[in-house]
């Protein structure tokens, strides 16, 4: 019987769980699980048993691998996937997978309220300012960014996006001003939210100098990764700038810098939760448990991304 680890260091909402568990026992496998686990030891233990494995941004490094001998696939339930080590499991034989578009909605959600949260001056009571008529640069229009799009223009905002990967017919089709250059964005926008993944040509690629481009009351918005931020060249543009915010799903490095210096101006959630909502757990999870089941059964690789 294979076995199906769920090793999940934040867990999925028990109703996504659930959904899980009978994608895996309908297909005749069993179901394990390893929750808030707080060592790689622990991860090192439950992967020995497994066949496949779903996990969410756990760090799936080579030594994980190496303990997982039976290991075939392991699915990111979710998008992105900087977490794995991909050379290891090309090498290996392991194939990887994540679920394009399963959490995106909630990821969205979290961004635009994240804006509507700093526009108000954090709920503290201050008169504070509206997205409406305002300008957002969506910097990368993958799945997220789409989502982004829909509910600002919902709230009124002027939408632009730039993404070197998307044309500006797509991006029009969405009823979206493409930009030109990613310069002309910042120069543009007086909200950008990032949706790029983090890698080796995105990692601090967002410093001074696309920053330096926003007005003084710019308001940055991450939901994507820390490390894409130079947080020097943030800091650096948030002391020029007097008004400007940073707002990020995840705490910078530098983080008791920023709190100290960017009181009232700085937010950042206390754990990575753009995708922690019941749907997009579901979502994520079950798409993740039928990807390993159809893998299995019918050598299905479409959301491979290690090829
Ligand atoms: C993703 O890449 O899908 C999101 O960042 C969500 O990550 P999480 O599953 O750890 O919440």
Known sequence: MKKVLVATDKPFAPVALNGIRQVVENAGYKLLLLEKYTAPEQ???????????????????????????????VVRAGAGYDNVDLAAATEKGVVVMNTPGQNSNAVAELAIGMMVYGARGFFSGKSGTELKGKSI????FGNVGKYVATIAKGFGMDVYAFDPFVSKTDIESCGVKPVDT???????????????????KTKKSIGAALLSLM???????????????????????????AKFQYLSDVAPDAVEAFQTKFAGR?????????????????????????????????GDKKYQVNK
């Open 137 to 140: 640069g969506i910097h990368a």
């Open 215 to 241: 007005p003084n009351d710019g308001v940055l918005v991450n939901t994507a990764r820390k490390e894409v931020i130079d947080e020097e060249g943030l800091m650096q543009i948030m002391e020029q700038k």
């Open 43 to 73: 991860l090192y233990e439950a992967v020995a048993e497994a066949d496949a494995v779903i996990i969410r941004s756990d760090l799936i490094t080579r030594e994980v691998l190496d303990a997982g001998k039976n290991v075939k696939i």
């Open 182 to 200: 990613v310069e002309d964005l910042y120069k543009t926008c007086q909200y950008i939210s990032l949706h790029m993944p983090a890698n080796d």
């Open 266 to 298: 700085y937010y950042a959630t206390p754990k990575k939760m753009g995708a922690q909502t019941e749907e997009a757990n579901t979502n994520a999870g079950i798409a993740a448990a039928e990807q390993i089941r159809d893998f299995f059964e019918k």
